[in-house]
């Protein structure tokens, strides 16, 4: 069972630069999340979606962007890169929110900004 | 805007000791807490609580809820070196389904 699955797992952009972090699930979840988690700050909710095409803004939305074009799919994009998004970012899934079950979580992508 | 505290942030305790964690929480249109752990990689569920004073009892670790003074504790007995993780608490919002986490205990078990 693949369950979250997280592309890629490390990456190092230079400032400005671009990317994108993909999300799968393989568990036909209806909700998924994108967080942070720095040192001493837990995990921060960046963007989230309740269902196939449908986004909503975290807890820290800004500097990035999410598409939920495809219900298993989840994407964070970065357009212009800082130092301050130097992080680890988690993607989670839950059936009917989290209020039914329990999130999963990714292994994490861990992004250095330089 | 949703609150969940946990507190020690950090504790460091011999093995075989117990310990007992805090999660305390401002949700509005709150339904469930959730507590994970979280070793070198992603957080993994142990407990949801959604009703007072039922505990919930996994092994040597268990967890109950308190929705009238708003606050979850997880207590982990006869601790072991494998225990030494993050322990993190979070609380979804009924209303914009938003799931918040606290800041997490670093619980450390010295053999």
């Known amino acids: 069972n693949a369950g979250v699955t997280q592309t890629p797992k490390f990456r190092v952009l230079k400032t400005g630069q671009s990317m994108t972090l993909l999300c799968a699930q393989d568990?036909?979840?209806?909700?998924m999340y994108w967080y942070r988690q720095d040192p001493g700050m837990g995990l921060r909710l960046i963007h989230y979606?309740?269902?196939?095409?449908?986004?909503a803004k975290g807890e820290v939305p800004d500097g990035y962007n999410v598409s939920r074009l495809k219900k298993q799919n989840f994407l964070l994009g970065l357009e212009s890169a800082a130092p301050s998004q130097t992080s680890v970012y988690f993607c989670?899934?839950?059936?009917?929110?989290?209020?039914?079950?329990?999130?999963?979580f990714g292994q994490g992508t861990r992004l250095t900004v330089v | 805007e949703d609150k969940v505290v946990q507190s020690p942030l950090s504790l460091v305790v011999h093995e075989g000791d117990t310990v007992t964690l805090n999660c305390s929480y401002e949700?509005?249109?709150?339904?469930?807490l959730l507590w994970y752990k979280q070793e070198k990689k992603a957080p993994t569920f142990l407990f949801m609580l959604?009703?007072?004073?039922i505990e919930k009892k996994s092994g040597r670790l268990s967890s109950i809820l308190d929705k009238k003074e708003l606050f979850s504790i997880l207590n982990i007995t006869a601790t072991q070196t494998g225990d030494s993780a993050v322990y993190l608490c979070a609380s979804p919002n009924f209303g914009n389904e938003k799931l918040t986490f606290g800041t997490g205990t670093r619980l450390t078990i010295i053999p």
């Open positions: 989670a899934s839950g059936q009917n929110g989290p209020l039914n079950t329990e999130a999963f």
């Open positions: 979606s309740v269902g196939e095409g449908t986004t």
């Open positions: 568990m036909n979840h209806e909700y």
């Open positions: 959604t009703s007072s004073g």
């Open positions: 949700v509005t249109n709150f339904r469930s």
